[in-house]
């Protein structure tokens, strides 16, 4: 992520990979809601293709061959996510834009069942999921560079301002807390975290060299 200069706002919308229709796309989500429900009751340890494909209806075979294995399912699942048209919210402030995403991220970290935390622990033990994964992040965090733009562009951060670690700084202790460290969902937690990397980021904390 460079640094983000003040310019014309870029509205288009992020690009889309082309989906499957269909058939196989109604064998997709199928199985993809298959693939949730086992998530969230059995985790990672338990997770089977057999078991998603008896739920899902859909016959092992295609499951196996369409997938192969349960890395490939959990790549392909997370891959779809960013077939999405998700925008960062606008709220007309750099710490409103901040807490209102975090309150998206709590709210999917303490979802029931714990979908979300079992695909995080899923990257730790699959390569394919994991790369997936990282693929996500980085069009997530190329989505929100936005909200570094507008907040430069209002005059509320240094221009310039290095958009990556600003939102690092503002996200991560919602994973810290609710994923690492296991504490009980705090509903202050997002704005709290979103004021103080906001408070920082127009201290000049994350800007980069002129």
Request: hydrophobic share 40%; aromatic share 6%.
């Amino acid at each position: 992520m460079t640094p983000t200069d003040p310019a014309p706002e870029d509205t288009r919308p992020p690009p889309a990979r082309r989906r499957p229709g269909g058939r196989t796309a109604r064998i997709r989500t199928q199985v993809f809601d298959a693939l949730l429900a086992e998530l969230g009751e059995h985790g990672y340890d338990g997770l089977t293709m057999d078991a998603v494909a008896a739920r899902s209806g859909v016959h092992r075979t295609t499951v196996y061959r369409r997938w192969g294995d349960v890395g490939g399912l959990l790549a392909d699942f997370l891959d779809a996510a960013g077939d999405d048209d998700w925008r960062p919210p606008d709220t007309g402030s750099l710490e409103g834009d901040l807490a209102a995403l975090n309150q998206e991220i709590h709210t999917a970290l303490t979802a029931q069942p714990p979908v979300v935390a079992a695909l995080i622990a899923a990257s730790f033990r699959s390569e394919q999921a994991a790369r997936a994964q990282q693929r996500l992040w980085e069009d997530r965090y190329t989505r929100c560079e936005i909200v570094v733009g507008r907040a430069v562009r209002r005059g509320e951060l240094p221009p310039r301002t290095d958009a990556r670690p600003l939102l690092i700084a503002a996200t991560a202790p919602l994973y810290h807390q609710l994923v690492l460290l296991r504490m009980p969902p705090d509903p202050h937690l997002p704005g709290r975290a979103a004021r103080t990397a906001a408070l920082a980021a127009a201290a000049g904390a994350f800007a980069g060299p002129p």
